[in-house]
């Protein structure tokens, strides 16, 4: 079964550091770029980050460019997301998706979501 | 950025009605508008990619159409497992730009 699995959420203070992690199964993670989406709580989906295939191209969204680092391990069969500096307004639910075999922003899987919360 | 529209915000509809979702940007973006559906607490699921391209799996009963700057995803009797919340998303430029939405309720 192709699916992604999230983890590594959970509650963090102000300007702390969380990663949370994706790891894929039943395709080959190396074929295809991973995006990450968040959802604020009782909001709609807004896209973070995304990183191509081999690791050595990485876009982010300007709310969390600087903060946020988006990497691979393929042969692990895992995609990652570094959160630095976090702000309350970073509290969502975090999904890794993938991206068609072409590379273009459809995401025909994700993951079940990976829950950050930043609170004092 | 492109900015995504959608409207309805929500709708109330029964089960066996036919309802229509639409979805517009702010500029021409040919046909690179994929559609999601939502269940409250679950990931979002593709149903429809490239405007008009049913995924594997998704019943037929779902349908997408438009091209330009004006979308729309109908769905031809609407059954109890379709009241979700539905999102548009263009990818014709980055960064990728979801619509806010059209939750469809009972």
């Known amino acids: 079964e192709v699916q992604l699995v999230e983890s590594g959420g959970g509650l963090v203070q102000p300007g702390g550091s969380l990663r949370v992690s994706c790891t894929a199964s039943?395709?080959?993670?190396?074929?295809?770029?991973m995006h990450w989406v968040r959802q604020a709580p009782g909001k709609g989906l807004v896209w973070v980050s995304r990183?191509?295939?081999?690791?050595?191209?990485?876009s982010y969204a300007d709310s969390v460019k600087g903060r946020f680092t988006v990497s691979r391990d393929n042969a692990q069969n895992t995609l990652y997301l570094q959160l630095n500096s976090l702000r309350d307004e970073d509290t969502a639910v975090y999904y890794c998706?993938?991206?068609?075999?072409?590379?273009?922003?459809?995401?025909?899987?994700w993951g079940q979501g990976a829950l950050v919360t930043v609170s004092s | 950025d492109i900015q995504v529209t959608q409207s309805p915000s929500s709708l109330s509809a029964s089960v066996g009605d036919r309802v229509t979702i639409s979805c517009r940007t702010s500029?021409?973006?040919?046909?690179?508008i994929h559609w999601y559906q939502q269940i409250p607490g679950k990931a979002p699921k593709l149903l429809v990619s490239?405007?008009?391209t049913l995924q594997s799996g998704v019943p037929g009963r779902f349908a997408g159409s438009g091209f330009g700057t004006q979308f729309t995803l109908t769905i031809t009797g609407l059954q109890p497992e379709d009241f979700a919340t539905y999102y548009c998303?263009?990818?014709?430029?980055?960064?990728?730009?979801f619509g806010p939405g059209t939750k469809v309720e009972i």
């Open positions: 998303q263009q990818s014709y430029l980055p960064p990728p730009i």
């Open positions: 500029q021409p973006i040919n046909n690179y």
């Open positions: 998706a993938r991206a068609q075999g072409d590379g273009a922003a459809i995401y025909d899987v």
């Open positions: 990183i191509n295939t081999g690791g050595s191209s990485t």
């Open positions: 039943g395709f080959t993670l190396s074929s295809h770029w």
């Open positions: 490239s405007a008009s």
